[in-house]
């Protein structure tokens, strides 16, 4: 069995912490050189995680603003989550 890559283990981890209410709807994610030095991955394999966050609209980029998670109900986001 092929071992999950390391950005999809990221997208998976963030979108645990996301699901647990770690961050909440509305609130906005370490920018991407935190979460790459908290978690010891490059910033590309954060940004991948994030782009694959927000193609499932867990998360919303904002140009300048950070990214946010988007409100959701627990069935919504358990559905998004692949």
Do not use: C
Not at 19 to 27: L, N, Q, V
Request: aromatic share 6%; no cysteine.
């Amino acid at each position: 069995m092929l071992k999950d890559s390391l950005y999809q283990q990221v997208y998976q981890f963030l979108a645990q912490q996301i699901s647990s209410g770690m961050w909440r709807p509305g609130a906005t994610l370490p920018d991407e050189q935190e979460l790459a030095r908290n978690l010891g991955v490059s910033q590309e394999t954060i940004r991948k995680a994030i782009d694959k966050l927000e193609a499932d609209q867990i998360v919303v980029r904002h140009r300048g603003g950070g990214t946010a998670v988007v409100d959701h109900t627990e069935t919504q986001f358990a559905a998004r989550i692949h």
